[in-house]
C-alpha cells in the first residue's frame, strides 16, 4: 500500500449503490452524496461549469464554504505545496473530519480561493468518497448540501431541501436512512503568529 490515506477501509471499488457516481461526475454533472459527516454535492474539478454550478446552487456563507476533498495526503501536497508543517502533522493524526484553510497552489480554480489566497482542504474520511477521488485521480470539489439562506445542517438525506435535491443530477442511495454526524468539520489554518487556529 503506497497510498497515504492510512485507513485501511478505504480500499475497495465502488458499492452498487453508487456506481454512477463517477460516470456522473465525469459528464459534468453533480452528484448529492452522503460525506463522514454531511450530506454534500460535489462536482469534478475538471469541469470548471459543473463547479460554477455548484457553487450557484450551494452560495458561500459562515456556514458553507466550498471545499476540496483529496484521497490522501499524496494527492493534497501535489496541490496546494506551500502547507505548513504544523498542519500536515495534524492532518496525520486527526482522525475525525477535519478541514484546513491553506495556501491555494497553482492547479487550484480561483473560483475556490478567498480573499486570504486560501482555499479548503481536507482528507476523504469516508470510503465512498476516497474511492471516487481515486478513480477521478483529482479531488472532489464539495459544498454542504444546503440552499442560500439555509442554517440546518443536512446530516441526514431528509434534511436536504428540495431545491437542492432536485438540482443533483445523481443522487447516491447510500446511508439514507441515517443520522450522519450532527457536526461541521473541524476547521484550521496556521496563524500569522505561529501558531494553529481553530475556527468555528
Request: charged share 20%; glycine share 4%.
Amino acid at each position: 500500500n503506497i497510498r497515504t490515506n492510512p485507513l485501511p477501509e478505504m480500499h475497495h471499488p465502488l458499492p452498487p449503490l453508487g456506481s454512477q457516481a463517477l460516470s456522473t461526475l465525469h459528464a459534468g454533472g453533480l452528484v448529492l452524496l452522503p460525506t463522514a459527516n454531511l450530506w454534500q454535492l460535489a462536482a469534478s474539478i475538471h469541469h470548471p461549469p459543473a463547479v460554477q454550478r455548484l457553487l450557484r446552487v450551494c452560495p458561500a456563507s459562515s456556514v458553507n464554504r466550498s471545499e476540496l476533498v483529496f484521497a490522501d495526503q499524496e494527492d493534497l501536497f501535489d496541490w496546494c505545496p506551500k502547507i505548513h508543517p504544523r498542519l500536515y502533522t495534524l492532518l496525520s493524526f486527526h482522525k475525525r473530519p477535519l478541514t484546513l484553510l491553506v495556501p491555494a497552489g497553482k492547479k487550484v480554480p480561483l473560483a475556490l480561493v478567498d480573499h486570504n489566497g486560501e482555499v479548503a482542504v481536507r482528507l476523504a474520511m469516508d470510503s465512498f468518497c476516497y474511492r471516487l477521488c481515486e478513480d477521478l485521480e483529482a479531488p472532489l470539489v464539495t459544498c454542504q448540501a444546503a440552499g442560500l439562506g439555509e442554517s440546518q445542517l443536512p446530516t441526514s438525506f431528509g434534511k436536504i431541501r428540495s431545491d437542492v435535491l432536485r438540482t443533483a443530477d445523481y443522487t447516491v442511495k447510500r446511508r439514507q436512512r441515517e443520522e450522519l454526524n450532527p457536526s461541521r468539520a473541524v476547521a484550521a489554518r496556521y496563524g500569522k503568529d505561529g501558531e494553529i487556529e481553530f475556527l468555528h
